[in-house]
C-alpha cells in the first residue's frame, strides 16, 4: 500500500475578497522509503502543497490518504495526534528553542508526549550522534553554526521515528558546502533508517542526486520523473529542477 495518496487535491484561498486557486489538480503517490523532492519557483504551490501533506491545512476540495486512511476527514484532535505518530518537520528556519541544549531540544517531541526521560536521553543521544552531533550535545542553538543547527532540527524530527519527513527547503538559509553535508545527512537517513523524505528544494545539487523529482508550475504538478537508479549520479552541468530528456514524462506516475 502507498504511503501517501494524494487524489485530486486542489487549495483556495480568499486574497482581498476574492478566491484565488493555489494549487489545482494536485495528483500522486508516495511509497514506503522513497526519498523525493519537489522543486518549482517560488510561489508555485510547494509550501502550501508541503502543508496540506503534513496536515497544518486542509485541501479546498480533493482527498489525501495516509496508508488508505483518508487523513482529509479527521478531526482536529486526531490530526494532532496523526502528526504525532506519523510525520517529522523540518523547515528553512530551525525553529529550535532558544533556551535549551541540542540534546533537550531533540528529547522535545517525547517530553511532550510523555515519554520517559532516560529512555529519551539514550535516543536523543544516539540520534545526535548519528547526524554528527555527539560532542554538541550541551549547546544551545546559538552556540551552534547554521549547518549544526539544521542537524539538531532533522534530529528532533526523528525522535519519534516518524514514517515521512517531510522538509521545507531545509538547506535554503545555508552556504553551500554545509548544504551538500546536510544533503547527504538526508540520504544517509534515508538509507540507514527506511525514513519517507519529501524536500522541498532550490538546489539543483540535491534535486540532480534525488531518485524521483517533482517539478511544480502554478499550483500544478508540469511533471513527475523517478530516475533509473543508475543514473541518480549529480553532473556538475545538470539542471537538475528540469531534466530535459525525460520533462513530462509519466515514469514517475506509475
Ligand atoms: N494563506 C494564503 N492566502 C493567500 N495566498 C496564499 C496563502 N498562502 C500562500 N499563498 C499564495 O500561494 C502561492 C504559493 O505559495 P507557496 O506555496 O508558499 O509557494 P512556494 O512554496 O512554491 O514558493 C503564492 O502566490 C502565495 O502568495
Ligand atoms: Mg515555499
Redesign the pocket.
Known sequence: MSLVTVENVEKR???EGRE?T?LRGIDFKIEPGEMLSIV???????????NLLGTLDLPSAGRIYFKGDDITGYTSARLAQFRNQHLGFVFQFHHLLPEFTALENVMMPGMIRGERRASLIKSATDLLSEVGLKHRLSHRPGELSGGEQQRVALARALILNPELVLA?EPTGNLDSATSTAIHELLFQLNRDRGTTFLV?THSGELAAQMPRVIH?RD?RIESDVTRAANMSVPTPAADAATPESTEGSDVGKA
Open positions: 484561498f480568499m486574497h484565488v493555489i518549482g519557483q517560488s510561489g508555485a504551490g510547494k509550501s502550501t502543497l508541503l521545507d522541498v511544480m499550483g
